[in-house]
């Protein structure tokens, strides 16, 4: 299926915007950590919704702004 760019925009921008809600809107703050492409689902009008949240974390407010270097999600060479 071939995709203009505006449909491949408005695809980003809703993923963006869902991720921005899950991150600085929802509370507790949930995090998903296994953003890519297979867990973007795209509706008839390219609206974007996230799925497979089995790796998200839900992080308190006093965890928000700590650093980590722990890798999650999946792994493909």
Not at 16 to 34: K, M, N, Q, S
Request: with cysteine; glycine share 6%.
């Amino acid at each position: 299926m071939f995709l203009d760019w505006d449909a491949r925009y408005k695809i980003v921008l809703g993923a963006t915007r869902g991720l921005a809600y899950l991150h600085h809107d929802c509370f507790p703050t949930i995090v998903h950590c296994d953003i890519k492409a297979n867990n973007i689902l795209v509706g008839p009008q390219f609206e974007a919704f996230l799925a497979d949240f089995g790796l998200a974390k839900l992080v308190s407010a006093s965890e928000c702004s700590r650093v980590s270097n722990t890798v999650a999600g999946s792994y493909r060479i």
